[in-house]
């Protein structure tokens, strides 16, 4: 079942989740806003109470969450490489929600809609086993100690993407932080509505099918850090 509409996002403990992503950045230049400005309302995803993906893609086969799209690179191939998939992308950075907002204008992608919020308090919204499956891409990892409260993946995200996510569908994660590999395994563990069953030992480093990388992996590979982690949960 869905939250109720006035509840804002908690931890498992009762205590409110602060919100750490940023929101702001670069100012688009007059051309940008233009299409930003006649785009995005037709694109946006406003909560006014439960939501039903089904009703974005009454069509789709199936319907994909991408939280934290960065500037869009995997959200927009994949849309256009499955134009019978619904995809609802989540990003708060104005500087990325922008920069998709154009792809989607010049693509023409018709089966992509945006979130522009805390992602968390989309999930709650959704009926139960309404997703097929999700992705979270290099998110940020917060490296020190004292932020690691900020991390996307908690209890209280995964039992979220544990109810939303139809048994059998996927929570994909991404990173090229060891630690942050090791926190999300060390959080799926205890999570029993996920299994981790890699095919081969290592296959964790071996890219998704059909991967290209995005501009924080390439980044990731000019600062030195050229071992990333593709992890894939399946709801049970």
């Given amino acids: 079942m869905t939250k109720p509409d006035h509840q804002l996002p908690k931890t498992l403990t009762g ?3 602060a919100f750490f992503g940023r929101r702001s950045g670069k100012k688009l230049h007059d051309g940008q806003q233009a299409v ?3 785009t995005l309302p037709a694109l946006e995803i406003k909560l006014t109470g439960a939501l039903d993906p089904r009703t974005l893609f009454p069509e789709a086969q199936k319907i994909i969450i991408e939280i934290g799209y960065g500037g869009g690179e995997h959200l927009a191939l994949e849309a256009g490489r499955h134009p019978d998939t619904g995809y609802i992308g989540c990003e708060v ?3 990325g929600i922008g920069k998709m907002v154009q792809t989607i204008a010049a693509q023409k992608l018709a089966n992509i809609r945006l979130y522009t919020d805390d992602a968390l308090k989309l999930l709650m919204h959704l009926p139960d ?13 917060w490296p020190k100690t004292r932020h690691h409260k900020r991390r996307f993946v908690s209890p209280t995200t995964l039992a979220e993407l544990a109810r939303v996510i139809r048994p059998g569908g996927q929570f994909h994660f991404a990173t090229d932080i060891e630690d942050y590999a090791n926190w999300t395994l060390a959080h ?3 999570a029993p509505q996920f299994s981790f069953a890699p095919e081969n030992p290592g296959g ?4 998704y099918p059909g991967w290209e990388a ?3 992996e390439q980044k990731a590979r000019r600062e030195g850090r050229l071992v990333s982690f593709y992890f894939s949960f399946m709801r049970v």
Avoid: K, Q
Avoid at 204 to 207: A, D, I, N, R
């Fill in 15 to 17: 205590e409110p989740r």
């Fill in 188 to 190: 799926i563990v205890r």
């Fill in 93 to 95: 950075f104005t500087g």
């Fill in 129 to 141: 086993a309404s997703i097929d499956e999700i992705y979270l891409l290099y998110p940020d990892p």
């Fill in 214 to 216: 995005t501009r924080y």
């Fill in 204 to 207: 964790w480093h071996e890219p």
């Fill in 36 to 38: 930003f400005d006649a």
